[in-house]
């Protein structure tokens, strides 16, 4: 377990390898030199009461505050996202939880903005009492199965709430949606 002090500390490119919890104090600030923050390659490794911010817009690669990559297990809760092109992605993952989440943002256009939470190829997630606005999609799922979405709030989004694609076997219940190019996809 690593604990962190309140404080601003710019971080980059960032790998975690190990299971690890990272728990903040106090609610320090993680800012982007611009690229992603923080990549996530080892099992069950967790973030509580953090501040990302300033994850810039890249036509190339998928900039995210927190990209969980194959792996297994893992939790992001408590925490605050302020302009992240991407705040949470999870890509070929299991068994992560997206909990109790502010995600802000203030995309003008849908071809400059990413999305709030992210999920591609992914199976048995639980995203449940986030808040989430202001960018392309709140909440995404494509190839993704088995997981619960629920008592989300996803408003102000340019263009859906909750998008789902090729996903099947989900639980979509008691979420809502306000002021979004449409509700659901």
Not at 73 to 86: A, K, Q
Not at 139 to 149: A, G, M, P, Q, V
């Amino acid at each position: 377990t690593i604990l962190v002090n309140a404080g601003n500390y710019v971080v980059s490119k960032f790998t975690v390898k190990k299971r690890l919890t990272f728990i903040g104090k106090n609610r320090p600030t993680i800012t982007s030199k611009g690229e992603r923050i923080i990549e996530v390659l080892a099992d069950s490794t967790s973030f509580y009461g953090f501040k990302f911010t300033g994850v810039a817009t890249s036509y190339v690669n998928d900039n995210s505050a927190i990209k969980f990559n194959k792996t297994n297990g893992g939790r992001v809760e408590n925490c605050r996202f302020d302009t992240c092109f991407f705040a949470v992605y999870m890509a070929h993952s299991v068994n992560i939880t997206v909990h109790n989440n502010t995600i802000r943002s203030v995309y003008t256009n849908e071809a400059s903005s990413g999305n709030a939470i992210h999920c591609w190829y992914s199976d048995s997630l639980v995203i449940s009492n986030n808040n989430v606005s202001g960018h392309r999609d709140g909440i995404y799922l494509e190839f993704t199965e088995n997981s619960i979405i629920k008592n989300n709030n996803s408003n102000n989004n340019l263009r859906y709430g909750l998008h789902f694609m090729f996903s099947h076997n989900n639980l979509y219940q008691k979420n809502t949606f306000q002021h979004n190019g449409a509700g659901c996809a």
